[in-house]
């Protein structure tokens, strides 16, 4: 909710600033300090606290919500946004965990007890389900979403949690929280919530003033470093004359100070590291009798023998950006557990059952490279026993280093945008670009589907599901010819995003994947074709061109909003937009748009 108020401390505004910086936010949007503040904290605690890398502030956003500035949904650790979202993510899974998240951002200097009891009504009366929709409109997909995931109860590995974050920068947080009023406030609201049966943990309120926030922007800038000390010093992998490996150890490890490698304190309390398992093939299945190996894992390593858990163990892959060896002493940088994940989540489940006096080692291979194609090959070799899902495999698939190395050839020519292609999840962590230059495959897959496979409609949500969607249409050995039309798509969604959130109403968002289209038409002269093609890349070329000249493209992506503008007003009532927020998702629509694009052409 938008209170136009000012940031008065200079090292918050310094943050916020910078966040602006890094996602290109105009000079206009960013006067109303208190909306980029907002966007900055949901920003900031998806990072640290979610485990979706491709999660963004935007995908949170309430609008003008009663007592809520930001709400995320994940389910089997990704975010869900849709019924298909969910259906796409837990078709594959016997069971499944789901977690709520509830944000309200305040600039003001005190927490206010009245705006604390709001946001917990505004949290209990999103969870009314004896509705036909919302009780507050503006939710009402995140709702739509929420209701759906209940009738799946029966698989839910445990009742949902729920994470509540109430943020201002109050100067004095320690003593506020001490005000027997807000603990009150916070208490009711708590029991409130348990009384509605939904969920299985309700995490104690996050209540964060000046401090805290300054603390949470500090775990999210932080890279991931850790030492640990081995048992006896690692035996080294031979040197890879090739150069791409920089150095390998294997050896075994106490358990304890594997337990490092996998969790971190927040909040006073040991929480699974965010991030190490980007890369891993597999989603957590849980430890219950339904899943047998993990069950029998578990049972091994809580048990008498638990000593032995390590010899019956296959082992635990990681790779790093970096390691360092000093004597026992091992130095992980940028790291990820690619081979491992159901023992490492084994592990931490377990951690309160298991005897400190336990000697359990593990046996673990560390690698360090940055090398992408044989990082690549590792995690194919080391989870040869799984099945890889598509949208993996297209991540994997050796077309993906082609596209990258021709984004960056594109830097040197003359007005270049300077776009980053990002085959890896945080591959460009530690490099000082805007995150709004950064194209990785999800996007790369949506911009080219809506572009140059006419599937606007089928992009929002899950990236997975948007892979099923156009199997087999993208990053075949054969499109290197023409690979243009993958840079020219991801450099058009830059410009068309970057431009509509900076000159336009947030209604026209959802429609940036139909004013890309209908750029394509109005440089392609209405022409159809589908598909990676000769006739798309020469389209693809021309398109290039006019994207790179600011005036150029001005004109064209107002002549797009213009055409939107008028097919909407002729074709459907007023305010079509903010009343039907599943029309941008119809096929119907999206063929309809490409009919009056064409017969507009021709006017």
Same mark, same amino acid.
């Given at each position: 909710m938008?209170?136009?108020?000012?940031?008065?401390n200079p090292i918050?505004?310094?943050?916020v600033?910078?966040f602006a910086?890094?996602?290109e936010?105009?000079?206009?949007?960013?006067?109303d300090?208190?909306?980029?503040?907002e966007?900055y904290?949901?920003d900031?605690?998806?990072?640290v606290?979610?485990?979706?890398?491709n999660?963004?502030?935007?995908?949170?956003e309430t609008?003008s919500?009663?007592?809520?500035?930001?709400v995320?949904i994940?389910?089997?650790?990704?975010?869900?946004q849709?019924?298909e979202d969910?259906d796409?993510v837990i078709?594959?899974?016997?069971?499944?965990d789901?977690?709520?998240?509830?944000?309200q951002?305040k600039t003001s200097?005190?927490?206010?007890r009245?705006?604390?009891n709001?946001?917990?009504t505004?949290?209990?009366?999103?969870f009314?389900?004896d509705?036909?929709?919302?009780?507050?409109?503006?939710?009402d997909v995140f709702?739509?979403t929420?209701k759906?995931?209940?009738?799946?109860?029966?698989?839910?590995k445990?009742n949902?949690?729920?994470?509540?974050f109430?943020v201002s920068?109050d100067t004095?947080?320690?003593e506020?929280?001490?005000?027997?009023?807000?603990?009150k406030?916070?208490e009711?609201?708590v029991?409130?919530?348990?009384?509605?049966?939904l969920?299985?943990t +309700?995490?104690?309120?996050?209540?964060?003033g000046l @401090?805290?926030?300054?603390?949470l922007?500090r =775990? $999210? &800038?932080?890279?991931? %470093?850790i030492?640990?000390?081995?048992t006896?010093?690692?035996?080294a992998?031979p040197?890879d004359?090739?150069?791409?490996?920089?150095?390998?150890?294997?050896?075994l490890?106490?358990l304890?100070e594997f337990?490092?490698l996998l969790?971190?304190?927040?909040d006073?309390?040991?929480v699974?590291r965010?991030?190490i398992?980007?890369?891993? +093939?597999r989603?957590y299945?849980g430890?219950?009798? @339904?899943?047998?190996?993990?069950?029998n894992? =578990? $049972? &091994?390593?809580?048990? %008498?023998?638990?000593?032995l858990?390590g010899?019956?163990?296959n082992?635990i892959?990681i790779?790093?950006?970096?390691?360092?060896?000093?004597s026992?002493?091992?130095?992980?940088?940028?790291?990820?557990i690619?081979n491992?994940c159901?023992?490492s989540?084994?592990?931490?489940?377990?951690?309160?059952?298991?005897a400190?006096?336990?000697e +359990?080692y593990?046996p673990?291979?560390f690698?360090a490279t940055?090398?992408?194609e044989?990082?690549?090959s590792i995690?194919?070799a080391?989870?040869?026993q799984t099945?890889?899902k598509?949208e993996?495999?297209a991540a994997l698939a050796?077309?993906q280093k082609n596209?990258e190395?021709y984004?960056r050839?594109k830097?040197k020519e003359?007005n270049s945008?300077?776009?980053?292609?990002e085959?890896?999840t945080?591959?460009?962590?530690?490099d000082n670009i805007?995150?709004?230059?950064? +194209?990785?495959?999800p996007i790369q897959?949506?911009?080219?589907?809506?572009m140059?496979l006419?599937?606007?409609?089928e992009v929002s949500g899950?990236?997975?599901k948007?892979e099923r969607?156009?199997r087999?249409?993208?990053?075949?050995e054969?499109?290197?010819k023409y690979?243009n039309i993958?840079?020219?798509?991801?450099?058009t969604f830059?410009?068309v995003e970057r431009y509509?959130?900076?000159n336009y109403d947030?209604k026209?968002f959802k429609?940036?994947?139909h004013l890309m289209?209908?750029i394509?038409?109005?440089?392609?002269d209405?022409k159809?074709?589908l598909?990676?093609?000769?006739f798309?890349?020469?389209?693809?070329?021309?398109?290039?061109e006019v994207?790179?000249?600011d005036?150029e493209?001005?004109?064209?992506?107002?002549q797009a909003?213009a055409?939107l503008?008028?097919f909407?007003e002729?074709?459907f009532?007023?305010?079509i937009?903010?009343?039907?927020?599943?029309?941008f998702?119809r096929?119907e629509?999206?063929e309809?748009?490409?009919?009056?694009?064409?017969?507009f052409?021709v006017?």
């Amino acid at each position: 909710m938008n209170n136009n108020k000012q940031i008065k401390n200079p090292i918050i505004k310094s943050y916020v600033n910078d966040f602006a910086d890094k996602h290109e936010i105009s000079k206009k949007q960013r006067k109303d300090e208190h909306l980029l503040f907002e966007s900055y904290i949901n920003d900031a605690i998806v990072s640290v606290y979610g485990n979706d890398a491709n999660v963004s502030y935007e995908d949170m956003e309430t609008g003008s919500a009663f007592g809520i500035d930001g709400v995320a949904i994940f389910v089997a650790d990704k975010l869900v946004q849709s019924v298909e979202d969910v259906d796409y993510v837990i078709e594959n899974l016997k069971r499944f965990d789901v977690e709520f998240y509830f944000i309200q951002t305040k600039t003001s200097e005190k927490i206010d007890r009245q705006e604390l009891n709001d946001f917990f009504t505004g949290v209990r009366r999103f969870f009314d389900f004896d509705r036909d929709s919302c009780d507050i409109l503006e939710l009402d997909v995140f709702w739509e979403t929420a209701k759906y995931i209940f009738t799946k109860a029966s698989r839910f590995k445990e009742n949902p949690k729920l994470n509540t974050f109430f943020v201002s920068l109050d100067t004095n947080e320690d003593e506020k929280l001490k005000d027997e009023h807000i603990l009150k406030t916070i208490e009711m609201g708590v029991s409130d919530l348990e009384k509605l049966s939904l969920f299985g943990t +309700i995490l104690s309120p996050k209540i964060m003033g000046l @401090k805290s926030v300054m603390e949470l922007h500090r =775990k $999210n &800038q932080s890279d991931l %470093e850790i030492s640990i000390s081995m048992t006896k010093t690692p035996v080294a992998y031979p040197k890879d004359m090739s150069g791409k490996i920089k150095n390998g150890y294997y050896g075994l490890i106490r358990l304890e100070e594997f337990i490092k490698l996998l969790s971190d304190e927040i909040d006073g309390k040991k929480v699974l590291r965010r991030g190490i398992f980007d890369d891993n +093939i597999r989603y957590y299945l849980g430890a219950d009798e @339904k899943i047998e190996v993990n069950h029998n894992m =578990k $049972n &091994q390593l809580v048990g %008498e023998d638990s000593y032995l858990f390590g010899l019956l163990n296959n082992g635990i892959t990681i790779i790093g950006d970096d390691i360092k060896l000093n004597s026992e002493e091992l130095t992980l940088v940028n790291y990820q557990i690619v081979n491992g994940c159901q023992t490492s989540n084994v592990i931490f489940e377990s951690l309160e059952s298991i005897a400190e006096t336990d000697e +359990i080692y593990l046996p673990v291979r560390f690698i360090a490279t940055t090398d992408e194609e044989t990082k690549n090959s590792i995690i194919k070799a080391t989870n040869s026993q799984t099945t890889l899902k598509p949208e993996q495999l297209a991540a994997l698939a050796p077309i993906q280093k082609n596209i990258e190395e021709y984004y960056r050839s594109k830097e040197k020519e003359r007005n270049s945008v300077g776009l980053y292609y990002e085959r890896r999840t945080e591959q460009y962590r530690d490099d000082n670009i805007s995150k709004t230059k950064i +194209i990785n495959i999800p996007i790369q897959i949506k911009a080219t589907s809506a572009m140059f496979l006419n599937l606007p409609h089928e992009v929002s949500g899950q990236y997975g599901k948007v892979e099923r969607n156009t199997r087999n249409a993208l990053f075949n050995e054969g499109d290197l010819k023409y690979i243009n039309i993958y840079y020219s798509s991801g450099l058009t969604f830059y410009k068309v995003e970057r431009y509509v959130r900076n000159n336009y109403d947030r209604k026209y968002f959802k429609a940036r994947w139909h004013l890309m289209m209908i750029i394509k038409y109005l440089l392609g002269d209405g022409k159809d074709e589908l598909g990676i093609t000769k006739f798309n890349s020469k389209i693809s070329h021309k398109i290039e061109e006019v994207v790179k000249d600011d005036t150029e493209f001005s004109n064209y992506i107002e002549q797009a909003i213009a055409i939107l503008n008028k097919f909407l007003e002729e074709k459907f009532e007023k305010d079509i937009i903010q009343k039907d927020r599943k029309l941008f998702e119809r096929k119907e629509t999206t063929e309809e748009l490409i009919n009056y694009t064409k017969s507009f052409e021709v006017k």
